[in-house]
């Protein structure tokens, strides 16, 4: 099974959603499990009640649970923030603070959960983190913009390294760098109630104060008006080659410099599209979403919650690299770059098409793949149990981990006549060097196109770890919470990386991060790394 990534989820609400019944659609379309079993608790508010389900859910659905969350720690976790929820003025944002807690534990970015909730106030402050250091990237424009830049010592007196190993246990990711952007993405710092259960601050409403590098301290209090806070302006324009473009995929060609350009935005094309409402739509559905969809690839502008993950002008993505290829070969480019720096992920599928076009290597290997029977994984993924055939009957105890992948072929997909994936062995191949920009924000079916890269010793890898360990839980089941309505989402695979040797967690070939200098001065320290590579 070629993982698909969190944001197909909003392919299928937008394909069920559009047409003249889309709320009843909307409501009745996407697959939701239920447990089977009750919980018996009339004492619980809501907010109890969805936390006690949810930890049912990941009992049931996790992969070898024990492993990551010993059960001793689990149960001890979970008395103490039913306790914690039991408060009459509880609300949402706390709620998902506590049960961020609770997941945070299982290192996973696919087991995670989003509940819309307001911010009930913040300091008008934001960070940047680099080299693991935290600078002040902005502030309001009533405070002093010298202070922009300048590195964080102290807050309130605590060490930013202990605010931040604290802060860590209200994250999602899987390994320090991302952590680190999860920190920074939501600014947990600058959140009153995140300092509060860090024990940085005593009250929502007192004041904190910055101690400086330099010695030098800086006093904030909180505001409640926060949308119409005005930052001082500090980004500088995009650097003029790499700057992110609004399309699913794109390249350029520089002659001059020998290289060319490839940003791979997003791991979706017509085909993906249209195989993916099989997964998480629930079947009755499943014609109507795809008559919507296919009516929409006929139009010359498609509807703009599908336009981010269609591209009109190449909707089948094997055409696109293979008119990429044809070019860098024709013009004599020595040099191919990949970003996958803004990739949230899709169908690996895509990315194993491309890899095709990058190598003629026989022994490609990919990831070894298991799901992890239960009820969950049955209801979301029965084709893959039908797969499965007679090795493994519907009798088959949950709890397991059944083999999926042996990951021997990485290519079988791609060279199958019968697949909608299929490409020619008369395709052309790159015979340049290959060079792949990705970072913590490179997430799921792009993350492993990066280690599947890596590992086969297809391309130079320049950055940080990427958002999923290659190794680990895997893969995105949505579910909403009954009483909440919160999205959830509880991993169900399990998957191990092609050199098992290389560890757990993927590191790159050259670690390069974003400085606060970067930013301002338009400079890409990526693609500069690339350009000291290339003139060796």
């Given at each position: 099974?070629?993982?698909?990534?969190?944001?197909?989820?909003?392919?299928?609400?937008?394909?069920?959603?559009?047409?003249?019944?889309?709320?009843?659609?909307?409501?009745?379309?996407?697959?939701?499990?239920?447990?089977?079993?009750?919980?018996?608790?009339?004492?619980f508010n809501d907010y109890q009640y969805d936390f006690v389900y949810l930890t049912h859910l990941l009992e049931q659905?996790?992969?070898?649970?024990?492993?990551?969350?010993?059960?001793?720690?689990?149960?001890?976790?979970?008395?103490?923030?039913?306790?914690?929820?039991?408060?009459?003025?509880?609300?949402?944002?706390?709620?998902?603070?506590?049960?961020?807690?609770?997941?945070?534990?299982?290192?996973?970015?696919?087991?995670?959960?989003?509940?819309?909730?307001?911010?009930?106030?913040?300091?008008?402050?934001?960070?940047?983190?680099?080299?693991?250091?935290?600078?002040?990237?902005?502030?309001?424009?009533?405070?002093?913009?010298?202070?922009?830049?300048?590195?964080?010592?102290?807050?309130?007196?605590?060490?930013?390294?202990?605010?931040?190993?604290?802060?860590?246990?209200?994250?999602?990711?899987?390994?320090?760098?991302?952590?680190?952007?999860?920190?920074?993405?939501?600014?947990?710092?600058?959140?009153?109630?995140?300092?509060?259960?860090?024990?940085?601050?005593?009250?929502?409403?007192?004041?904190?104060?910055?101690?400086?590098?330099?010695?030098?301290?800086?006093?904030?209090?909180?505001?409640?008006?926060?949308?119409?806070?005005?930052?001082?302006?500090?980004?500088?324009?995009?650097?003029?080659?790499?700057?992110?473009?609004?399309?699913?995929?794109?390249?350029?060609?520089?002659?001059?410099?020998?290289?060319?350009?490839?940003?791979?935005?997003?791991?979706?094309?017509?085909?993906?599209?249209?195989?993916?409402?099989?997964?998480?739509?629930?079947?009755?559905?499943?014609?109507?979403?795809?008559?919507?969809?296919?009516?929409?690839?006929?139009?010359?502008?498609?509807?703009?919650?599908?336009?981010?993950?269609?591209?009109?002008?190449?909707?089948?993505?094997?055409?696109?690299?293979?008119?990429?290829?044809?070019?860098?070969?024709?013009?004599?480019?020595?040099?191919?770059?990949?970003?996958?720096?803004?990739?949230?992920?899709?169908?690996?599928?895509?990315?194993?098409?491309?890899?095709?076009?990058?190598?003629?290597?026989?022994?490609?290997?990919?990831?070894?793949?298991?799901?992890?029977?239960?009820?969950?994984?049955?209801?979301?993924?029965?084709?893959?149990?039908?797969?499965?055939?007679?090795?493994?009957?519907?009798?088959?105890?949950?709890?397991?981990?059944?083999?999926?992948?042996?990951?021997?072929?990485?290519?079988?997909?791609?060279?199958?006549?019968?697949?909608?994936?299929?490409?020619?062995?008369?395709?052309?191949?790159?015979?340049?060097?290959?060079?792949?920009?990705?970072?913590?924000?490179?997430?799921?079916?792009?993350?492993?196109?990066?280690?599947?890269?890596?590992?086969?010793?297809?391309?130079?890898?320049?950055?940080?770890?990427?958002?999923?360990?290659?190794?680990?839980?895997?893969?995105?089941?949505?579910?909403?919470?009954?009483?909440?309505?919160?999205?959830?989402?509880?991993?169900?695979?399990?998957?191990?990386?092609?050199?098992?040797?290389?560890?757990?967690?993927?590191?790159p070939d050259y670690w390069v991060e974003y400085s606060m200098n970067d930013f301002i001065t338009d400079r890409d320290?990526?693609?500069?790394?690339?350009?000291?590579?290339?003139?060796?």
């Open positions: 099974m070629r993982k698909r990534g969190i944001y197909i989820i909003k392919i299928m609400l937008i394909a069920i959603t559009a047409n003249s019944c889309g709320v009843f659609l909307k409501n009745a379309g996407m697959k939701n499990y239920s447990l089977d079993e009750k919980i018996d608790k009339r004492e659905g996790f992969p070898n649970i024990n492993s990551v969350f010993p059960a001793k720690e689990r149960e001890i976790q979970r008395k103490q923030i039913i306790a914690s929820l039991s408060s009459k003025n509880i609300n949402n944002n706390e709620f998902v603070l506590y049960t961020r807690k609770y997941l945070s534990n299982f290192h996973n970015q696919h087991t995670n959960i989003y509940l819309k909730s307001d911010i009930e106030s913040i300091y008008p402050y934001s960070v940047h983190i680099s080299y693991d250091k935290w600078y002040l990237f902005n502030i309001d424009e009533g405070q002093d913009s010298l202070n922009i830049g300048k590195k964080i010592d102290k807050i309130n007196g605590v060490e930013i390294n202990e605010i931040e190993k604290r802060l860590f246990d209200y994250t999602f990711a899987e390994n320090k760098i991302n952590q680190q952007y999860e920190l920074r993405h939501f600014q947990f710092s600058n959140r009153p109630s995140y300092l509060k259960a860090i024990n940085v601050i005593k009250d929502p409403t007192e004041k904190i104060k910055i101690t400086f590098s330099d010695s030098s301290q800086l006093l904030l209090e909180t505001t409640k008006d926060y949308k119409n806070l005005k930052w001082h302006q500090v980004n500088g324009s995009s650097n003029e080659i790499t700057k992110w473009e609004n399309k699913t995929y794109f390249y350029k060609i520089y002659p001059n410099q020998d290289f060319g350009y490839l940003q791979f935005n997003t791991c979706h094309d017509k085909i993906d599209i249209l195989e993916s409402l099989e997964s998480y739509v629930k079947p009755w559905l499943v014609p109507i979403a795809k008559r919507y969809v296919k009516r929409q690839f006929k139009k010359e502008n498609p509807s703009k919650q599908l336009a981010p993950y269609y591209n009109t002008e190449y909707p089948v993505f094997k055409d696109f690299i293979w008119e990429l290829i044809d070019s860098l070969n024709n013009n004599n480019i020595n040099n191919l770059v990949i970003d996958l720096r803004n990739n949230p992920g899709g169908n690996l599928s895509l990315g194993i098409q491309l890899m095709y076009f990058l190598t003629d290597k026989k022994n490609v290997k990919g990831f070894t793949e298991y799901i992890y029977t239960s009820s969950i994984s049955k209801n979301y993924f029965k084709s893959i149990y039908e797969d499965l055939g007679d090795k493994y009957s519907e009798d088959t105890p949950n709890g397991q981990l059944l083999l999926t992948e042996d990951g021997d072929d990485l290519f079988n997909e791609i060279t199958d006549s019968t697949s909608v994936y299929y490409i020619p062995q008369s395709r052309p191949i790159y015979k340049g060097r290959v060079f792949i920009l990705s970072n913590y924000r490179t997430g799921s079916a792009a993350a492993m196109l990066t280690t599947l890269c890596q590992d086969n010793a297809i391309g130079t890898i320049i950055g940080t770890s990427v958002g999923n360990n290659p190794t680990g839980a895997t893969i995105y089941t949505p579910m909403k919470l009954p009483k909440t309505k919160a999205n959830i989402s509880i991993a169900t695979y399990y998957q191990e990386r092609p050199n098992k040797l290389s560890g757990k967690i993927q590191f320290p990526y693609l500069e790394k690339v350009k000291e590579l290339m003139s060796e």
